[in-house]
C-alpha cells in the first residue's frame, strides 16, 4: 500500500510559537477515544456516521451496477454528461472527477465531459448550458437527498424539459439517473413515475461525506475513472484509521490532534493550499467538508484554500505578513503523471538555463519548499500531506482520511459535526421573498424590514 505521509513537524517549529510536543501528546487519549466513539456511534450525531465503515461495505454486486449504468450511459455515445446536484451531492464528484482529468480534457474533446448544474441560480449559466445541449449528444443524473432542495430541482426541472424536447419522453427517461432517498422526498416520487434508473443514498451518511456513495460513484464511473481504485483507497485508509490504531500511527488522529492545537492557540484560519490545480476542487469539497461540519455554535477553524503557485502572486502577500492567525496545510503529490524536461535556449535571455536538463516538477518542488520556509518564518505554522501520485488510489485515501479527521475535529471542538443547522437560514428568508404558499408570515415580516 502507498500510504499517505503526515509531516507536523513544522507545525511545532518554533519555539514560544508554534505548538510544542507536549501539548500535542495532550490530544492522544481524546482523539482516540473520540475516534472509538464514531465507530462505535456513541457521539453526537451519531444517526449519520454510516461513512466511518462504508469503504469495507461496498460490495462487488454493487460496484457491478454501477459499472454497468456507466457503460450504458456511454454505450449513447454521449458527448455531455450533466450532474444536477449542490453542496455535497455535487462537490464529491467534481473533485474526484477533477482531480483525475486531464487539465485541458474538454478541449481535447475527452468524452464524456462532465458539467455540473444545480450548483447555481444564475439564468445566464443555465441559458449558456441550455444552448450548449442543444448542440451536443448528452445524459443527465440528478442527486439529491432531501430531493426538494431548491437549485438543483430548478435546474433539473429545466434540463428534463430540455432532454425531452431533443429525445422524446421514452429516451429521455433511459437518459436520467437519479440518486437520492430510498423513500423520501420529490425526486423519488417523480423518478418512480417516471421509472428512471435509482440508486439510493444510505439514510446514515449525509450530504459532505457522500462521495463512496452513488452521489460520487455514478458520476465518477460515467466520466471514465477507476471506482474500484478509488474504493480500495478509501478502505486501506478505513484500515490505517481505524479505532483501533493508536494515535502513534494513526494519521487522521494526528492531524484532527494538530489542527485543533493550532485552533486553541489562536490558529482560527486554515488554509488547504495545492501546488497542483486539477486539485482546485478537492479544495472546494474540502472546505464544505470541514466548514459545514465545524463551524457551529460561534466555534471552528475557518476553512480557506489556495492554488500555489498562482496565488502566491495574490494571497501570498497576506500569508507572508497579514494577521498571524493562519496555518497552512499543504497536499503534496509526490510524483507528477507526466515528465516535461526544460529545454536549453541558445539566447538564455530569461537566464533559465541553469534548470535546463531538470524537471518542470522540481521547480514545482523548490517553490513547495521554499514557501513552507518563508511561511514558517513568517509565523505560519505548516502541515504536510504527502501523497504518492494524484490517481483514484490516492485520492481514495485522502478522502476517507479527510473525512474521518474531521469527525473526530468535529467532536474535539464538542460540535455535532453532522448537522447543518445554519444553511436553514437563508432558505427561509430565501422562500419569504419569493412568496413561497406556506411561508406568508416570514413574507410580511421580512418586507417590513426591507421597504
Ligand atoms: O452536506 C450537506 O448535507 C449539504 O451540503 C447537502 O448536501 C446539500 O444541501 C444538498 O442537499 P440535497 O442532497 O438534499 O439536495
Redesign the pocket.
Known amino acids: 500500500m502507498e500510504t499517505m505521509k503526515l509531516d507536523l513537524s513544522k507545525a511545532f517549529a518554533k519555539a514560544g510559537g508554534f505548538i510544542s510536543p507536549e501539548v500535542f501528546n495532550t490530544y492522544k487519549k481524546p482523539t482516540e477515544e473520540l475516534n472509538k466513539a464514531l465507530h462505535a456511534k456513541t457521539g453526537r450525531g451519531s444517526d449519520y456516521v454510516g461513512w466511518v465503515n462504508l469503504p469495507n461495505e461496498i460490495d462487488e454486486a454493487f460496484l457491478s451496477d454501477v459499472e454497468a449504468t456507466a457503460k450504458a450511459i456511454n454505450d449513447k455515445n454521449i458527448e455531455v454528461y450533466v450532474v444536477v446536484?449542490?453542496?455535497?451531492?455535487y462537490l464529491g464528484s467534481k473533485a474526484v472527477i477533477d482531480s483525475l482529468s486531464d487539465n485541458f480534457a474538454h478541449l481535447k474533446g475527452n468524452k464524456p465531459a462532465v458539467l455540473f448544474a444545480g450548483q447555481n441560480i444564475s439564468e445566464d449559466y443555465l441559458a449558456e448550458m441550455q444552448d450548449l445541449l442543444k448542440t451536443k449528444e448528452w445524459a443527465m443524473c440528478v442527486?439529491?437527498?432531501?430531493?426538494?432542495?431548491t437549485e438543483?430541482a430548478l435546474a433539473f426541472r429545466l434540463l428534463k424539459h430540455e432532454l425531452e424536447t431533443k429525445y422524446g419522453k421514452e429516451e429521455a427517461v433511459s437518459r436520467i439517473c437519479a440518486v437520492t432517498d430510498k423513500s423520501k422526498g420529490a425526486l423519488r416520487i417523480l423518478a418512480n413515475e417516471e421509472g428512471y434508473k435509482t440508486y439510493v443514498?444510505p439514510d446514515d451518511v449525509?450530504?459532505?461525506y457522500?462521495v463512496l456513495t452513488p452521489v460520487g460513484l455514478v458520476p465518477i464511473a460515467v466520466a471514465g475513472f477507476d471506482i474500484r481504485a478509488l474504493v480500495k483507497g478509501a478502505k486501506d485508509m478505513a484500515k490505517a484509521t481505524a479505532a483501533d490504531v493508536k494515535f502513534e500511527d494513526n494519521l487522521a488522529c494526528q492531524y484532527a490532534a494538530a489542527r485543533h492545537a493550532l485552533y486553541t492557540e489562536g490558529k482560527k484560519i486554515e488554509i488547504l493550499v495545492n501546488y497542483q490545480p486539477k486539485l482546485h476542487f478537492m479544495a472546494e469539497w474540502w472546505k464544505?467538508l470541514y466548514g459545514?461540519s465545524e463551524g457551529k455554535d460561534s466555534k471552528g477553524i475557518f476553512p480557506a484554500a489556495v492554488d500555489f503557485s498562482s496565488d502566491l502572486h495574490s494571497m501570498g502577500q497576506y500569508i507572508q505578513e497579514g494577521e498571524r492567525t493562519l496555518f497552512e496545510t499543504v497536499i503534496s503529490v509526490a510524483k507528477p503523471e507526466r515528465e516535461v524536461l526544460i529545454p536549453t535556449d541558445e539566447a538564455n535571455l530569461d537566464s533559465l538555463n541553469f534548470l535546463a536538463g531538470k524537471n518542470v516538477d522540481f521547480v514545482n518542488k523548490m517553490a513547495e519548499l521554499g514557501t513552507q520556509i518563508a511561511h514558517v518564518d513568517g509565523d505560519v505554522p505548516n502541515i504536510r500531506i504527502e501523497i504518492a501520485r494524484l490517481d483514484a488510489y490516492n485520492v481514495g485515501q485522502l478522502i476517507q482520511f479527510f473525512e474521518k479527521a474531521c469527525g473526530i475535529s468535529g467532536y474535539l471542538i464538542n460540535v455535532n459535526p453532522f448537522d447543518?443547522p445554519g444553511?436553514e437560514a437563508y432558505k427561509k428568508n430565501m422562500f419569504a421573498l419569493l412568496e413561497k404558499p406556506g411561508f406568508e408570515a416570514e413574507t410580511a415580516m421580512l418586507k417590513g424590514r426591507i421597504s
Open positions: 446536484g449542490i453542496g455535497g451531492s442527486i439529491s437527498k432531501s430531493g426538494t432542495t438543483p443514498i449525509g450530504g459532505r457522500s464544505q459545514e447543518q444553511v
